[in-house]
Each structure stands twice: as structure tokens, then as C-alpha cells.
């Protein structure tokens, strides 16, 4: 069993960067591929990025250039870095962990934590 810890939301203006942190505990961290999503208001979650076990990483296409997606298996955390934030990257942002193991995919989320882009 995995559990995940948020941190590093807050309230930032337009042009703005902050770099968020979801810190793992349990077990086989390093082989896990890690993700961050995103849930605006009235909105279905969605993917912003993700990072596999070999450090290959994909990227939403309204995130691209923008934010990086990085992880340090000796520290189990995965972080975002988001730069030139936009309004529209307001929501709460959400860390997930899956580990798959033969046909079985195993996911776990953290609470979330927000990100409010605004002047």
C-alpha cells in the first residue's frame, strides 16, 4: 500500500511558477510510473504529466514548455515544476502512483492540493 503526500500549492499570479511535491511511503517507488493531474471546477480530471520508472516523460499539450516533471527515487518524490502559469492552470492538482504487476495495475491518488492562478 502506497501513500502520497501533496504539498506545494498556493495562490500565484499570472507569469508566476511554483513547484509542487508529492512524497511517497510504502513500497517499490522506483519502479512505479507517477503522474500528476488536475481537477478545475466543473471539470473531469485530467492528465497534466507523467514519468515512468526509466524517467520517459509525456506531457498534456496545453502544459508543454511550460511545466517539467521531474523524480528522485532516493527521496521517493516526484515534483512539477510549473512556470508561466496561466488562470486556466487553476485547480487542485492530484499526484498518482501506478505499479503494474502482471495483468494487475495498482493506483493510489493523494488528497490533492490547490493551485490558484489569479491577480
Known amino acids: 500500500q502506497v501513500q502520497l503526500v501533496e504539498s506545494g500549492g498556493g495562490l500565484v499570479q499570472p507569469g508566476g511558477s511554483l513547484r509542487l511535491s508529492c512524497a511517497a511511503s510504502?513500497?517499490?517507488?522506483?519502479?512505479?510510473?507517477m503522474g500528476w493531474y488536475r481537477q478545475a471546477p466543473g471539470k473531469q480530471r485530467e492528465l497534466v504529466a507523467a514519468?515512468?520508472?526509466?524517467?520517459?516523460?509525456n506531457y498534456a499539450d496545453s502544459v508543454k514548455g511550460r511545466f517539467t516533471i521531474s523524480r528522485d527515487n532516493a527521496k521517493n518524490t516526484v515534483y512539477l515544476q510549473m512556470n508561466t502559469l496561466k488562470p486556466e492552470d487553476t485547480g487542485v492538482y492530484y499526484c498518482?502512483?501506478?505499479?503494474?504487476?502482471?495483468?494487475?495495475?495498482?493506483?493510489?491518488w493523494g488528497q490533492g492540493t490547490q493551485v490558484t492562478v489569479s491577480s
Open positions: 498518482n502512483s501506478k505499479k503494474v504487476i502482471g495483468a494487475i495495475t495498482y493506483s493510489a
Open positions: 510504502g513500497d517499490a517507488f522506483s519502479i512505479r510510473t
Open positions: 514519468i515512468t520508472s526509466s524517467g520517459t516523460t
